[in-house]
């Protein structure tokens, strides 16, 4: 969302504006939750705003150098196979011990999984869209997505608990709204209006790394990789990222 060009002057916004003391406000009205870390959560990343990608940068940056250009290369790699892997899971998840590896400093939405009544998340756990965005797909680019993304949906978990019990959805709600108006500080309203500054983690991450413009290459990939189960256009990507530096 935000280019390597434009990254730095918003964090440092971000920071002169207190607008990180913002998130952990709105962090504290969740409950601290335990779980058995199988990593279900982890299968459908839930999304982040910009202010919040800004506050895992720097984790990132900071606190784990030797994960750079891992990071960087499994954010690209899901940004574009997302919607055609279904087994395409958060790249800030350590595969060996379903840990979070930003877990600190996790955005809200991850925060909130689990946190819900079971009734309540299924009300709200829809298939993003994919049907209209498979259509779209079919008639400007020639392709649909697999079934069995389609059919996906993130399986509610029992295993988050706290000692608070379930929280309100309205509470979730009013704090995804108030981390959306952090963002609007940052990049005109009408984009955060559109929910398009709200989007999966490993988004954010690709398109600081190799700039907004791959959106527009992000169909070819896909109708590539599916079309021959591989795609080269993808490996130079990949290999981009490699020269990113934090």
């Excluded at 259509?135 to 389609?150: A, C, D, I, N, R």
């Excluded at 709204?177 to 989007?199: F, G, H, M, R, W």
Aim: aromatic share 12%; hydrophobic share 35%; net charge negative.
């Amino acid at each position: 969302m935000l280019p390597i060009s434009k990254l730095y002057s918003a964090q440092a916004f971000a920071e002169t504006n207190r607008l990180f003391d913002q998130l952990d406000k709105v962090y504290a009205k969740l409950p601290m939750t335990t779980c058995k870390r199988c990593g279900t959560c982890c299968s459908d990343p839930p999304p982040a705003t910009i202010v919040e990608f800004l506050n895992v940068y720097r984790y990132v940056r900071d606190n784990l150098p030797e994960r750079h250009k891992e990071l960087v290369r499994k954010s690209a790699e899901f940004f574009f196979l997302d919607l055609v892997k279904v087994e395409m899971r958060c790249p800030f998840l350590n595969e060996e011990d379903n840990r979070c590896l930003v877990y600190e400093v996790r955005p809200f939405s991850c925060r909130a999984y689990g946190q819900l009544t079971e009734d309540e998340f299924n009300k709200r756990n829809t298939t993003r869209m994919l049907g209209e965005i498979s259509e779209h797909y079919w008639k400007e680019f020639g392709f649909s997505l697999p079934q069995e993304v389609l059919d996906f949906k993130l399986p509610y978990c029992p295993d988050v608990q706290n000692p608070e019990g379930k929280v309100d959805g309205e509470l979730v709600d009013a704090g995804l709204v108030y981390l959306l108006e952090q963002d609007a500080k940052i990049v005109p309203a009408q984009i955060v209006y559109e929910q398009a500054t709200l989007i999966p983690l490993a988004y954010h991450m690709a398109m600081t790394a190799l700039a907004d413009g791959i959106r527009a290459k992000r169909p070819e990939v896909m109708k590539e990789y599916l079309e021959k189960g591989e795609s080269p256009l993808l490996e130079k990507f990949l290999d981009r990222t490699e020269r990113f530096k934090f």
